[in-house]
């Protein structure tokens, strides 16, 4: 092994220094926190004070969360934050921003326009914004179409609270017309369907909506307007009539380049949809669902349609029934994430691979299978252990199949527990332990368990 030698931070290099200091902290400054970083490096020595204040990528990157101040607070902070926040944005220097301003109340949204002044001055080093807060706070600062945003890469934004705004209306103007790296947008919480809003879609490639108006014609139009998308995320809870297929007649709409398919649903009738897209090189699926709205049917027709090959599923939803479904759905499926998934004799036969009847398993690629807050019931654990073993215990003599099944590379069983948890009682436990008592070294050395407390 080679020698490993030790050196005070002293010794390094000041560049070195202040990358080891970025490692550290990735997230960047929250100015609401007291002493937050970078200041609170430093208060450590003279030296790092003047790494830290003389390093603009530590400045870069700055979030402020304002609901923790209330309103006496803001009027007691606000000029110091501002101060502060003008702060960071000048020691940053040259370096792209990623900016996080939160603000949900009438109070904290009606201190937006300070931050918001400032940082126009710096518009043209935005890379990644998320503002939680109505965009019609913003359109007064955006609404010149002259504005030029050369390093725009990824924008965020939050509607209402319903609550507070119930006669919000899309803007009217243009959004970063100017930003020809503009490809990836956040938005929720609008009280409008997304969609209708007037980003420049055609280079959007990676979408996400959490949608509470709109139905999935409102989708499904917007979504004709997204050619080069590859990466779609998707929440919708609750349908509406007009959900339903046929109200306007089904069109086919073709996404010749999406890759990923994240789709949260409660009560949402989601059959309009999977009875319009055609996706041919999707690879990717995450899919969360408890209840029986989701269409098993529609869903298949979209896959077969699609004719593609879809190598990764992570599926959340406490029904087996479902995520058996599904699994029986992705015949190419290399690497399957199920979480929170209450196991049964029917799930576990859909993973295991029967020597005596190979043409029988549907899934042969499986290399990876990663259990997270599975509950293992006691009747059910005999069951998980033979669908290991089957995995693992692929005979060479399949090889010479038409479809060679493939041997389990890894198998990962995670918990996340509350603090003062007793994790000897939890199910994923008992279940990692009967696995040691019946597999072999060399096949357990495939098999891995993780603890999470969280808050930790």
């Known amino acids: 092994m080679p020698e490993t030698h030790t050196h005070p931070i002293h010794n390094l290099p000041p560049e070195c220094v202040a990358k080891i200091f970025s490692l550290v902290f990735p997230k960047g ?62 020691r940053s220097g040259d370096c792209s921003l990623t900016v996080d301003i939160d603000a949900s109340t009438r109070e904290t949204m009606a201190f937006v326009p300070s931050l918001l002044e400032p940082l126009m001055e710096h518009v043209g080093r935005w890379e990644k914004v998320k503002f939680g807060f109505p965009i019609n706070l913003l359109i007064p600062f955006i609404s010149d179409s002259s504005i030029r945003y050369p390093r725009l890469r990824r924008f965020g934004g939050r509607g209402r609270d319903g609550s507070i705004l119930t006669n919000e209306r899309p803007p009217q103007i243009q959004l970063f017309p100017n930003a020809p790296l503009l490809s990836t947008l956040h938005l929720s919480e609008f009280s409008y369907a997304p969609l209708g809003l007037r980003f420049p879609w055609s280079q959007i490639t990676e979408l996400t909506m959490y949608m509470s108006e709109g139905n999935a014609h409102d989708l499904l139009d917007g979504l004709r307007h997204t050619p080069n998308l590859s990466n779609l995320s998707f929440a919708r809870y609750y349908s509406t009539s007009s959900d339903a297929a046929g109200t306007h007649g089904n069109q086919s709409l073709e996404l010749p380049y999406l890759q990923k398919l994240s789709w949260i649903t409660y009560m949402f009738n989601s059959t309009l949809l999977f009875d319009s897209l055609v996706a041919p090189r999707l690879s990717e699926i995450e899919f969360q669902c408890d209840d029986g709205s989701w269409n098993p049917g529609a869903v298949g027709n979209f896959l077969r349609r699609s004719k593609c090959k879809v190598t990764s599923l992570k599926l959340n939803s406490t029904s087996p029934h479902i995520a058996a479904a599904f699994i029986r759905m992705l015949p190419d499926v290399e690497v399957v994430t199920l979480h929170a998934v209450t196991s049964d004799t029917d799930l576990m036969h859909a993973l295991t691979y029967d020597e005596a ?73 008992r279940a990692y332990k009967l696995l040691r008592e019946r597999l072999s070294p060399g096949e357990m050395a495939s098999v891995m368990y993780e603890e999470h407390v969280m808050g930790e």
């Open 357 to 429: 009847a190979p043409f029988n398993c549907v899934c042969l690629k499986i290399r990876e299978i990663v259990l997270h807050n599975i509950s293992f019931k006691e009747e059910c654990r005999e069951d998980f252990v033979l669908m290991v073993q089957s995995r693992l215990r692929i005979p060479e003599d399949g090889k010479l199949l038409r479809i060679p099944p493939r041997k389990l590379d890894s198998l990962r069983i995670m918990i996340s527990v509350y603090p003062g948890t007793d994790k000897s009682l939890t199910e994923s436990l």
């Open 29 to 90: 400054t929250e100015l609401v926190r007291r002493n937050p970083y970078p200041w609170r490096i430093a208060l450590v020595c003279r030296l790092w004070r003047d790494i830290v204040y003389s390093t603009p990528k530590l400045w870069s990157n700055v979030t402020v969360w304002l609901d923790p101040l209330r309103m006496s607070r803001i009027d007691i902070r606000g000029d110091t934050l501002v101060a502060a926040w003008m702060l960071c944005l000048s």
